[in-house]
């Protein structure tokens, strides 16, 4: 298996190169600057990871990859609006509402999530583009159970709003890999426990970086009075309950033997992003 | 084939009793509130006549229908925030922003745009979800145009923004009934000049009637400083224009025999809308 340095490569130079509707016209221009954001790609990664332990190439897995990403990317350009989270940074430069407006940024958006769509259905079958589907509007929902602030949900609405992504992630690894229904629960399992880490150490990361370090707005969460890991279990809690997360995801690695070995330095890659 | 207010009811009853996915929870109301309009479900009409005329049942058509009208109406919803049209009145009720709130209404948009494609994926064939994901990319696209403002390209802009989503409607109905390519011309010149009729008199509605009469803001589109056909043909002319293409629709028809003649009935539910 290839690291995960080399697969995210894989994934920026699809992207670099991946054609989008020329009738996007110069609209496309604010697609790019989004997607060019210098993210770890972490959703694309793990598919592609997840694809190639169970036998796929990676070129077969890096359309699928892509759309993970692009609909990543939609969900930040459009939380990022002042109707939501009202973010003027974005991976230390301006959100796209500031560098292009918010009309266009809302339409860019919209078309991300349309051109990811496109991107799963360039497989022959319905069950890449099913389940980036159901993904998408579980990670709507857990944004919307965000705004509407019930902090008693905070696991669910982790578990949708990025839990769901992830999981899909792993689950259209296994769509292009073409594995059966009857061997997934493992990998699947590895798919939540990743997602909910890396939710987990994102607030951590919200709570101690500095904004300059992040290239976000730091402590913003906490400050707009979302409830996070840190405000509910306090920072020592919170590490302790990350590295449990992990321990969980290697577990769920185990019963998968060799091939799935490897797979754990994406736990790794996933919780040591920032410390 | 049954006469088109018939299908109309059909879609209504189809519409109504749709589940839409659990997890979006109360967000759900939002959606609902949009799609329950009292719109003349133009677009999934069209679809399930041509489905119809071609010899596929009406219930087959019924999710591509409605996944066309979700389409729509998650381009209105988007259309009519603040940070484009900034709208708050959409056929005679509060636009969804000004109901449940910039943020809420966004979401909703994009939760009609992925239930869209969820029920265009429930076909066990990528072909559907291909042409809703092209049209949906070129219909953003127009916008995009529409809001920069080149007046120049105003065919352009319509032939997109309005026109993309009619040759869908025609085109996902021939591909439920598994219209093969080489029989599909005539259709695809019938649904494109449709399109084209449907925008020409929404220029002389927004034009001619009153905001009670159009259930929307009127005579909007030219104090926005949007060139319209009548801005710039004039009334007499753009009503002209309509009868041409009326003609030309049904021109399109004629090649395709008996199946299609009753067909031209929907050229009339379009062009004589409310005069």
């Known amino acids: 298996m290839q690291a995960a340095d080399e697969l995210r490569d894989a994934v920026e130079a699809y992207l670099d190169s991946l054609p989008l509707t020329p009738e996007l016209g110069s609209l496309e221009e604010a697609l790019r600057y989004s997607l060019d954001s210098g993210g770890k790609r972490v959703r694309p990664v793990l598919c592609l990871a997840v694809a190639e332990a169970n036998g796929a190439s990676v070129e077969d897995a890096l359309p699928a990859a892509a759309a993970l990403e692009l609909v990543h990317t939609f969900s930040l350009v459009h939380d990022d609006l002042p109707a939501l989270d009202d973010d003027d940074e974005r991976r230390g430069r301006p959100s796209a509402h500031v560098a292009f407006g918010e009309g266009v940024a809302l339409l860019s958006g919209d078309a991300l999530l349309s051109e990811a769509y496109r991107l799963a259905l360039t497989y022959d079958r319905t069950d890449l583009a099913r389940h980036l589907v159901e993904a998408t509007i579980g990670m709507i929902a857990g944004q919307y159970r965000d705004i509407t602030g019930d902090t ?7 578990r949708l709003k990025t839990g769901r992504l992830f999981v899909a992630a792993v689950r259209m690894g296994l769509d292009v890999a073409r594995v059966p229904d009857s061997d997934r629960a493992a990998w699947m399992a590895f798919g939540e426990d990743v997602g909910l880490l890396f939710q987990v150490v994102d607030d951590l990361l919200d709570a101690e970086a500095s904004t300059a370090t992040l ?10 009075g979302k409830s996070t890991y840190v405000s509910l279990l306090g920072a020592q809690r919170t590490r302790e309950l990350a590295q449990e997360l992990r321990a969980e995801a290697l577990a769920a690695l185990d019963g998968l033997g060799t091939r799935a070995a490897r797979l754990s330095a994406l736990a790794d890659f996933v919780v040591l992003r920032k410390f």
Chains 1, 2 share one sequence.
Do not use: F, N, V, Y
């Open 152 to 158: 008693a949900e905070l696991e669910e609405i982790h």
């Open 215 to 224: 290239g976000k707005t730091a402590g913003k969460d906490s400050r707009q």
